[in-house]
C-alpha cells in the first residue's frame, strides 16, 4: 500500500510568488490534514478535510493560504503570495477510523 | 484547549547510554490518544506509538519504552541503550476532540536527540 506521498519535497521562491503544494493520501482514507513546522517550533494543525469537506480550518494562518481538497482525492495548498514567515516544513497526513493516522515526508518550503 | 509539553529543548548521549524524553499534556477530555513521532534527518514523521487514555500500562517495544502516567499527565519515552540511529526530533502528541484516535494532532515542540558514537 503506498504511502502519503507529498509534492514537491522542496521549494525555494521570493517573497511575493505563490507556491502550491500538492498531497495524495492513502488510497481509502478520508480525513486529510494539513500541519505546518516553522523553524525550531512545534508542528501545528492548519486544517482537515473529510472527503472534499473542510471540516476545521481553525489553523490556517490568514487568507494568503488556499486549501483544496477536489473530489476527495489529493488536496492542494496554495500560498499566495508568500511572505518569509510561511518558510517551513509543511505535512500532509491521512487517516482511517482502524488504521490510524500516516503523515507524509513534507514539503520544505522556502521564502526568500 | 489541550496543550503538550516537551521541556527538553534538546538531548546528547553517548552511544549505549540511556535516554528519557519527557512529555506533560493538559486535557479537559477525559478520553484522548497519546502519541510519539519520530522524524529523522531525511524529514518524515515515523509513527512509533500510539496509546489511549484508558490503558495505563507501560509498553516495552525493542529498546523503547514508554511510560504513562494519568495522575501527573505525563508520557515519557525511555530508549535503552541508544545507538547513533536514533539520532532525530522526537515529537510527542495528543488528540482529544471526539475520542476518536484519529484527527486533529496537537504536538509538543519536539525534543532533538543526538546520539554521539
Known amino acids: 500500500e503506498a504511502g502519503v506521498t507529498q509534492f514537491p519535497s522542496h521549494s525555494v521562491i521570493e517573497k511575493g510568488q505563490t507556491v502550491t503544494l500538492r498531497c495524495d493520501p492513502i488510497?481509502?482514507?478520508?480525513?486529510l490534514y494539513w500541519y505546518r513546522r516553522v523553524m525550531g517550533k512545534e508542528i501545528k494543525f492548519l486544517l482537515h478535510f473529510v472527503k472534499e469537506s473542510k471540516q476545521d480550518e481553525s489553523g490556517m494562518p490568514n487568507n494568503r493560504f488556499l486549501a483544496e481538497r477536489t473530489g476527495g482525492t489529493y488536496s492542494t495548498l496554495k500560498v499566495q503570495p508568500a511572505e518569509l514567515e510561511d518558510s517551513g516544513v509543511y505535512f500532509c497526513?491521512?487517516?482511517?477510523?482502524?488504521?490510524?493516522?500516516?503523515f507524509g515526508p513534507g514539503t520544505r518550503l522556502t521564502v526568500l | 484547549a489541550q496543550k503538550v509539553t516537551q521541556a527538553q529543548t534538546e538531548i546528547s548521549v553517548v552511544e549505549k547510554e540511556d535516554v528519557t524524553l519527557d512529555c506533560v499534556y493538559e486535557t479537559r477530555d477525559t478520553t484522548y490518544y497519546l502519541f510519539w513521532y519520530k522524524q529523522p534527518p531525511s524529514g518524515e514523521l515515523v509513527f512509533l506509538i500510539r496509546?489511549?487514555?484508558?490503558?495505563?500500562q507501560n509498553e516495552i517495544s525493542g529498546r523503547y519504552s514508554w511510560n504513562f502516567q494519568k495522575s501527573t499527565s505525563s508520557f515519557n519515552f525511555t530508549i535503552t541503550a541508544s545507538q547513533v540511529v536514533d539520532s532525530a526530533v522526537y515529537f510527542c502528541?495528543?488528540?482529544?476532540?471526539?475520542?476518536?484516535?484519529?484527527?486533529?494532532?496537537?504536538f509538543g515542540q519536539g525534543t532533538i536527540l543526538t546520539v554521539h558514537p
Open positions: 497526513a491521512s487517516s482511517h477510523p482502524r488504521r490510524g493516522t500516516f
Open positions: 488510497s481509502g482514507h478520508d480525513n
Open positions: 496509546r489511549n487514555s484508558f490503558d495505563e
Open positions: 502528541a495528543l488528540i482529544s476532540a471526539g475520542g476518536t484516535s484519529y484527527g486533529k494532532l496537537t
